[in-house]
């Protein structure tokens, strides 16, 4: 049965959606290489930590990726969130994917696939374009 | 043929200094510019500095329609990146992708990467081969490891030693192909008896070649 959610990356945006994510009462997994960055969830998360490489598909299995019902990819690199976007959509067929680019030109390569991404650059700057239009 | 090498450093060197004669059309990429100026230097060939994973530099250094694209990069998903930009959006005809984790080269083919090359994983590939099969057996894949051609000795103590090939009931799927008997190579057939220190080459499908190979080295029992 499909019922976790995977957090792959846990920077300030996959801890604060994990935390989230336990809140509700989700079954909540989080991935992050740096054993230190779960230092990042709060004290009530009450979800799995799995430190190591989630580039390397055994660790993912063993993070029982095939039971995800959602992945959240945030690492700190656009390629390794790329990769894993593309490893969770056509090997592991997980239904909902998000993923953050920095990059917003490497969504290109999404195309076609069942994957939601998540662009900080365009959301500053509509966020900026909003705001200086209230302003001015 | 437009050839296009992105990244890496000393294999990345080689490669260029073999294909440099050979085309017209190469196109190096390189993000250390450090490095750049040594290929510069060394090869006498234009460096392109920038990531290659990056659409303005693939862009800019004009991979359109490349022949053969390879991705030399230290890290497995950047060189990820890096092919399925230039199959995807460059069209680029074959990519061919180096990755350090072995683990790797199957997963990236599976995600559209025509050819992954890890050295581990061929390392590995040798060593299974030259162990399953002893000393005095070589192995070589052809075809994209579709067909293999095992080469084995005979020794005396087989049972398929001073047979003839028609009476051995030798496995399908696999062939004697030619049979090398010092000084001559023969070719050959249902009536040829196979003599101690033969070398055959066998050729089968990698499927078979446990099975063949097994064939072969059954003893006689006394």
């Not at chain 1, 959610?5 to 079954?27: D, T």
């Not at chain 2, 090498?5 to 004669?21: C, T």
């Not at chain 2, 060189?79 to 005809?93: D, I, S």
């Amino acid at each position: 049965m499909r019922n976790k959610v995977i957090i792959i990356g846990c920077g300030r945006l996959g801890a604060n959606i994990a935390a989230l994510a336990s809140e509700k009462g989700q079954n909540v997994l989080v991935i992050d290489r740096n054993r230190n960055a779960f230092d990042r969830l709060p004290e009530s998360f009450s979800g799995y930590t799995v430190n190591g490489d989630a580039t390397d598909l055994s660790l993912l299995e063993e993070a029982y990726v095939k039971t995800a019902k959602e992945v959240v990819i945030a690492t700190g690199d656009d390629n390794v969130n790329l990769f894993l976007a593309h490893v969770a959509s056509v090997i592991y067929e997980i239904p909902n994917i998000y993923v953050r680019l920095d990059d917003p030109e490497r969504g290109v390569l999404l195309k076609g696939l069942k994957i939601k991404a998540i662009y900080p650059f365009e959301l500053s700057l509509n966020k900026f374009n909003l705001m200086k239009g209230e302003n001015i | 043929m437009k050839i296009v090498i992105a990244n890496g450093k000393h294999e990345a060197d080689f490669v260029i200094n073999m294909f440099k004669d050979q085309t017209k059309d190469l196109i190096v990429i390189n993000s250390d510019k450090n490095f750049a100026d040594y290929i510069v230097k060394n090869n006498k060939v234009a460096v392109f500095v920038g990531e290659p994973y990056k659409r303005f530099v693939l862009e800019d250094s004009g991979v359109r329609d490349a022949d053969i694209f390879i991705a030399l990069g230290e890290k497995d998903t950047d060189n990820y990146a890096t092919c399925m930009l230039a199959k995807k959006e460059f069209n680029v005809k074959k990519c061919i992708c180096t990755v350090t984790n072995p683990k790797n080269v199957d997963i990236f083919k599976r995600l559209g990467i025509d050819s992954v090359i890890s050295s581990t994983y061929l390392l590995a590939n040798s060593i299974k081969s030259a162990s399953s099969l002893e000393d005095v057996i070589q192995t070589l894949s052809i075809e994209e490891d579709k067909i293999v051609l095992t080469e084995i000795v005979i020794n005396p103590t087989y049972r398929i030693a001073n047979q003839k090939i028609m009476d051995i009931n030798f496995p399908q799927n696999a062939t004697i192909s030619c049979i090398y008997r010092e000084p001559h190579v023969i070719i050959p057939n249902g009536s040829t008896i196979i003599k101690p220190k033969d070398k055959l080459v066998v050729i089968s499908t990698p499927d078979e070649q446990e099975k063949v190979v097994k064939f072969i080295q059954t003893t006689n029992k006394k």
